[in-house]
């Protein structure tokens, strides 16, 4: 038997503890890179000073997004119902604009994005995320206008960015209640 707590070897897996073997702690100390020789907390497999703690198991709940700061590592960004209303959005873009195969396709699925968003956000009742996704979605759409404008060249029908938006909601409404959609009106 070995005569002090200090002189355990590393491949000692308990301790003695008020005449008891119990569990050792299995973290190495800061000082010298041993082993830790503090009886592990029961359910632990560390002490209380390596960072068990009874009150608190550590992480939160399964799925808990508290921690999160941004989007940047998150696995998806919309769920399923969500995901059907930015297709048939997209949709509703592509139809009313001719995309090209490059910026203005990202234009669009970002306009599709944040209205969605919005979308979501109205539902919510949550303001201030209304307000900075009007803000994304119309910058988009006035992108989007901007370069269809530029390769235009018979000035068809003009509409504001907001009316665009106003026929767009209309629309997807009409579809994701089953009710047949509402055209943007034609002067």
Same mark, same amino acid.
Request: net charge positive.
């Given at each position: 038997?070995?005569?002090?707590?200090?002189?355990?070897?590393?491949?000692?897996?308990?301790?003695?503890?008020?005449?008891?073997?119990?569990?050792?702690?299995?973290?190495?100390?800061?000082?010298?890179?041993?082993?830790?020789?503090?009886?592990?907390?029961?359910?632990?497999?560390?002490?209380?000073? &390596? +960072? /068990?703690?009874? #009150?608190?198991?550590?992480?939160? *709940?399964?799925?808990? $997004?508290?921690?999160? @700061? &941004? +989007? /940047?590592?998150? #696995?998806?960004?919309?769920?399923? *119902?969500?995901?059907? $209303?930015?297709?048939? @959005?997209?949709? /509703?873009?592509? #139809?009313?604009?001719?995309?090209?195969?490059?910026?203005?396709?990202?234009?669009?699925?970002?306009? /599709?994005?944040?209205?969605?968003?919005?979308?979501?956000?109205?539902?919510?009742?949550?303001?201030?995320?209304?307000?900075?996704?009007?803000?994304?979605?119309?910058?988009?759409?006035?992108?989007?206008?901007?370069?269809?404008?530029?390769?235009?060249?018979?000035?068809?029908?003009?509409?504001?960015?907001?009316?665009?938006?106003?026929?767009?909601?209309?629309?997807?409404?009409?579809?994701?209640?089953?009710?047949?959609?509402?055209?943007?009106?034609?002067?």
């Amino acid at each position: 038997m070995v005569s002090s707590k200090r002189d355990l070897p590393d491949d000692q897996d308990y301790v003695e503890s008020f005449g008891r073997r119990v569990a050792r702690c299995t973290a190495r100390m800061k000082k010298n890179g041993r082993r830790c020789t503090l009886p592990a907390v029961t359910g632990y497999n560390v002490c209380r000073m &390596h +960072g /068990a703690n009874p #009150k608190n198991h550590g992480g939160g *709940q399964p799925k808990n $997004l508290n921690g999160m @700061t &941004h +989007g /940047a590592y998150v #696995k998806r960004l919309l769920d399923d *119902q969500d995901r059907e $209303l930015f297709e048939g @959005t997209f949709e /509703a873009i592509r #139809k009313d604009f001719e995309l090209n195969d490059s910026t203005d396709q990202i234009q669009a699925a970002m306009a /599709a994005f944040y209205f969605t968003r919005w979308y979501r956000a109205i539902e919510g009742k949550a303001d201030a995320a209304i307000g900075n996704f009007d803000v994304l979605l119309r910058k988009q759409l006035e992108s989007l206008k901007a370069t269809r404008a530029q390769r235009d060249t018979g000035g068809g029908q003009q509409t504001t960015p907001a009316e665009w938006a106003v026929a767009l909601l209309e629309s997807v409404r009409g579809t994701a209640s089953g009710k047949p959609s509402i055209d943007k009106p034609e002067d």
